[in-house]
């Protein structure tokens, strides 16, 4: 008897320790995961939201968005969410929220184990491993591209087919310190966005505010890893020289110009009017010394403008009088160069005919007016007409949106854009870690820059081969 | 025999929900690790492709250097675990409990703290411009150096910080196992006149063999899966100088995709892992008891 109870007792206490292991198991994985099923804002017009007409009962469909990092990017999601499923009551959607510092992790295990979501607000930089692999489906017969300027659906675009929705555009080049550049006396070599400027007054800029003593520096060039090399590429095209060839099959990085950049990298680095410690600098580094006063100038988009505007005036940042300008760019080569990111949702192929249409239907929601002005509304900050940097460009969103802050200047600067860095090319990710151990070397002087420059091509030519 | 196992049931049954998920989640991927290791599988999509990641591995300049690499954390790592942990063993056992107690938590507190935490202190503490160190260099006008950002420095420098990790459990380990040398060999070797460094290598190094092999055994292979700290700290450079196996194989699967030839990574570091382990096994392995 006891020995029948002994058993029965491990039963049973085995039986509740499988399960209670599941259920810990089972836990969603996301950061947050909310169901909107009902609208939660009263004020969001569900009248005017568009409801999808059909015939016959509409199905009953859950939908999986994820959406950028951010916490105002979340509400903006919940939002958009709560007013789409409004309109189309038998639409549930679950918005889970992407992890700024691994999401690329996050998009290829969810390429790797099939639980990809329907519709992402992703960077193109984050999905292109993605759309170049046949993991999204094209959206070219839900966009109206007068819409959109056309340099930016060519962004968003591979073999001839749009993938993402270029909702809004950051725009990268160089933040600017004016305080410590006055400070130093040359302001004025400084232009704004929409000026060029020489690498001799780029140099003279850098070594006149560089203090070795007082730790000041007028530039940091980052190669630690792959954060940050889109600075190296402008570079390279403001140097004149060349990237990928026209149809990115063949790297052309060990160019003549290139070389010339790098040259002027090392003569910089051995001149000391650079942060020391070239080759392991990362670019959060400069980013901390920017944001502290002590470096005058780093690569940077308007998004980053905008934040430190708003911790300068919640007092979590020094003030001073920062600004933006666009990279040196060699006579003769034109301007002002910069580098684009657009942002957008995207459809996974989920192979799943229902949730497709609907996925469907909810981008188109999203590039709605009405949706796109839940984000221009979020993005302001009170009190000010100043938009994130990430200025939605849907040409009739972007022409209301008055007085524009540092950010959006730097947007209306798109028609300037300088050229691809080729992330919309397969293995974009791969191709960028070929390139920054080679530059590391370069300013070791472990090689030559030509060598190294030939190291990339070789190493990049093997990636594009495969 | 039968009855011995009907005995038995019930603790089969409570080895049982432990035995599910260790099958499933341990014993299971490392066979479906094998599996795709066959594969040129990039995230979803793959076709049988045999051996020829493998051929690809060892033809890889990348993956040869990732390996030197690793194999330096071991062969700097385990021997300097082994010793510091020890000395530091040695020196606290004869103190006080209170000053024993002291001790244990100030080198067992790295291993609390997470690794993600304590990789970036030593990034502030190391950075080039405002970092600590350099700080202190300067006060006694040494200039400052980019220790994360020169090659030859910075794989010195990871295996430091990732020995004051290896150390705190060691130091516990050899403090517990000192305490059961019985006190009457010691006695012995004093009436016979031995020296304090007779009795460490000739009474306290032999009877500490087993734990000895337990910790290079754990420590090599832990050397052998360093990943945190190059992934936040250098990046894996400069210049591929810190680049681990680890990190190549995240890299390999989490950022290109590849997860056929990051499985086949991770198949030739387990093997290398086993053959070390099989090899210390071997030769020094003891059947000291006391």
Request: aromatic share 12%; proline share 4%; hydrophobic share 50%.
């Amino acid at each position: 008897m006891k020995r029948k109870l002994s058993i029965l007792l491990s039963v049973v206490l085995a039986v509740v320790l499988v399960v209670m292991m599941a259920a810990v198991g089972c836990k969603g994985t996301t950061a947050e995961t909310t169901a909107a099923e009902t609208t939660a804002a009263g004020e969001t017009t569900a009248a005017e939201t568009t409801a999808v007409e059909t015939t016959a009962a509409p199905e009953n469909v859950t939908l999986t968005y994820w959406a950028q990092p951010g916490p105002t990017e979340l509400e903006i999601a919940k939002e958009q969410v709560a007013a789409f499923t409004a309109a189309n009551p038998n639409v549930t959607i679950s918005i889970s929220q992407m992890a700024y510092d691994t999401v690329y992790e996050q998009i290829a295990i969810a390429l790797a184990t099939g639980g990809v979501p329907d519709v992402a607000n992703a960077s193109i930089m984050w999905v292109a491993s993605a759309m170049t692999g046949g993991y999204l489906l094209p959206i070219d017969d839900l966009i109206n591209p007068d819409e959109y300027p056309a340099g930016a659906l060519e962004l968003s675009s591979f073999n001839g087919n749009l993938y993402l929705c270029p909702e809004s555009g950051a725009g990268f080049a160089l933040m600017v310190n004016r305080t410590l550049l006055k400070e130093a006396g040359v302001n004025d070599l400084v232009p704004d966005v929409n000026g060029t400027w020489s690498f001799d007054d780029f140099y003279k800029v850098s070594k006149a505010v560089t203090d070795l003593g007082n730790k000041k520096y007028g530039y940091a060039i980052v190669s630690a890893n792959e954060q940050g090399d889109q600075a190296h590429y402008m570079m390279m095209l403001s140097m004149g020289g060349k990237l990928y060839n026209e149809d990115f099959t063949k790297c052309l990085m060990n160019d003549p110009g290139n070389v010339e950049l790098m040259n002027f990298y090392l003569k910089m680095v051995d001149d000391k009017v650079v942060v020391p410690n070239a080759a392991g600098l990362l670019a959060d580094d400069a980013d901390l010394m920017f944001t502290n006063g002590l470096l005058a100038m780093t690569y940077g988009n308007g998004w980053q403008v905008d934040a430190s505007l708003i911790a300068m005036k919640e007092g979590t940042q020094p003030e001073f009088e920062i600004d933006m300008t666009t990279f040196p760019c060699k006579e003769g080569i034109g301007g002002p160069f910069t580098h684009k990111a657009f942002s957008g949702p995207v459809l996974f192929d989920t192979k799943d005919e229902v949730r497709i249409k609907w996925a469907k239907e909810f981008l188109k929601y999203l590039q709605s007016d009405e949706s796109l002005q839940l984000r221009v509304d979020a993005l302001t900050p009170e009190g000010s007409n100043a938009n994130l940097g990430q200025t939605v460009i849907k040409k009739t969103i972007a022409a209301t949106i008055a007085e524009p802050s540092i950010g959006a200047k730097m947007n209306a600067v798109l028609t300037s854009y300088a050229g691809s860095v080729a992330a919309v090319a397969p293995d974009w990710s791969e191709r960028r870690a070929a390139f920054f151990p080679e530059l590391q070397k370069i300013l070791l002087k472990e090689v030559t820059p030509q060598e190294g420059l030939d190291a990339v091509v070789t190493a990049i030519d093997a990636i594009l081969a495969k | 025999m039968i009855k011995k196992i009907k005995n038995n049931i019930p603790g089969y049954l409570f080895v049982l929900p432990f035995l599910i998920f260790f099958i499933l989640f341990k014993i299971y991927p490392i066979f479906n690790a094998i599996y795709i290791s066959f594969f040129n599988l990039k995230y979803e999509k793959g076709d049988w492709i045999g051996i020829q990641n493998y051929i690809h591995i060892f033809k890889d300049p990348l993956f040869l250097k990732a390996l030197g690499n690793t194999f330096y954390f071991v062969v700097i790592l385990v021997p300097l675990t082994l010793i510091v942990s020890f000395t530091l063993a040695q020196l606290i056992f004869r103190r006080s409990n209170r000053l024993q107690n002291f001790f244990r938590a100030a080198f067992y507190l790295p291993i609390v703290i997470s690794g993600v935490v304590i990789s970036i202190l030593w990034l502030y503490l190391l950075h080039p411009i405002i970092g600590l160190i350099n700080y202190v260099l300067s006060i006694f006008h040494i200039p400052g150096v980019a220790w994360l950002g020169n090659t030859h420095t910075a794989l010195p420098v990871l295996a430091l910080i990732v020995l004051t990790w290896f150390i705190g459990s060691n130091i516990i380990i050899f403090l517990a196992s000192l305490g059961n040398i019985p006190v009457t060999y010691y006695e012995a070797a004093d009436l016979d006149g031995a020296s304090g460094l007779r009795k460490i290598f000739s009474i306290t190094l032999p009877l500490l063999k087993p734990t000895s092999l337990y910790i290079l055994i754990t420590t090599s292979v832990g050397a052998l899966q360093i990943f945190e700290v190059v992934r936040l700290m250098t990046g894996g450079g400069p210049a591929q100088t810190t680049t681990t196996v680890m990190y190549l194989i995240y890299n390999t699967a989490f950022f290109y995709g590849k997860f056929g030839l990051a499985s086949a990574m991770g198949v030739i570091l387990a093997i290398i892992a086993v053959i070390i382990a099989v090899l210390q096994f071997k030769f020094l392995s003891t059947d000291v008891e006391y």
